[in-house]
Nanobody, 123 residues
């Protein structure tokens, strides 16, 4: 079993940056592949980025590629989502997720979820 806790959300102006963190507990972070998803009001949860258990492989949605960077520190049991050049359409609740197999792009690939953190980008 693993618990995930996100932090780092907030209000930022368009063009600004935020760094989200996802801290894991219960088992070492190295055991799990991690993913980030987001959900805006009235929309389905969508894939943002994912990272392999070792951190050697990362995957991004086209909408964030070149702006967002996902990396992890397995010593600190934490994954980070660095978000630059934020735009109003990035406004959503951001969730981190974990599974023991691979960093998939579907929410159904993941077994464990954090509670979410709100990101609001003003124009």
């Amino acid at each position: 079993q693993v618990q995930l806790v996100e932090s780092g959300g907030g209000l930022v102006q368009a063009g600004g940056s935020l760094r989200l963190s996802c801290a894991t507990s219960g088992r070492t972070a190295r055991t799990y592949a991690m993913g980030w998803f987001r959900q805006a009001p009235g929309k389905e949860r969508e894939f943002v980025a994912a990272i392999s258990r070792s951190g050697s492989a990362t995957y991004y949605a086209d909408s964030v590629k070149g702006r967002f960077t996902l990396f992890r520190d397995n010593i600190k049991n934490t994954a980070y989502l660095q978000m630059n050049s934020l735009a109003p359409e990035d406004t959503a609740v951001y969730y981190c997720a974990a599974n023991e197999i691979y960093p998939g792009r579907s929410p159904t690939n993941y077994d464990y979820w954090g509670q979410g953190t709100q990101v609001t980008v003003s124009s």
